[in-house]
Nanobody, 115 residues
C-alpha cells in the first residue's frame, strides 16, 4: 500500500521558520519528481515547490527565496524548510508527485502563521 505522511506543521509568528517532512511507504521518491502543495481556507490547492527527479528544484513565485525543498533518498523522505513565514503561508501542506496522483494525497500538516 502506497502512503505519504506529512508532519512538522505548527503555529508560528510571522518571520518564523518550520521544517516539514514527508515520509513514504511503498513509494520511492528517487524515481519521481516530488512536490509540496498547500491549500489555504477557502482556496484551491496550489503547487508550492518541486524536487525534480534529475536533481533540480522549482518554486512558486510566492515562496521562492524563503522555502527550500530537499529529499533524503536513503530515508525515502521529502522535506521543506520554510523561513520568513508570512500569514499568507497559512494552509494545510501536502506532499505528492508532480503531477499529483490522486491515490497519494495524505492528511497533510497544518501550518498557521500569526501576524
Amino acid at each position: 500500500q502506497v502512503q505519504l505522511v506529512e508532519s512538522g506543521g505548527d503555529s508560528v509568528q510571522a518571520g518564523g521558520s518550520l521544517r516539514l517532512s514527508c515520509a513514504a511507504s511503498g513509494y520511492r521518491f528517487s524515481v519521481y519528481t516530488m512536490a509540496w502543495y498547500r491549500q489555504a481556507p477557502g482556496k484551491m490547492r496550489e503547487w508550492v515547490a518541486a524536487r525534480l527527479v534529475e536533481g533540480g528544484t522549482q518554486y512558486a513565485d510566492s515562496v521562492r527565496g524563503r522555502f527550500t525543498i530537499s529529499r533524503d533518498i536513503d530515508k525515502n523522505e521529502l522535506y521543506m524548510q520554510m523561513n520568513n513565514l508570512k500569514p499568507e503561508d497559512t494552509a494545510i501542506y501536502y506532499c505528492n508527485a508532480r503531477p499529483p496522483r490522486d491515490d497519494l494525497w495524505g492528511q497533510g500538516t497544518q501550518v498557521t502563521v500569526a501576524s
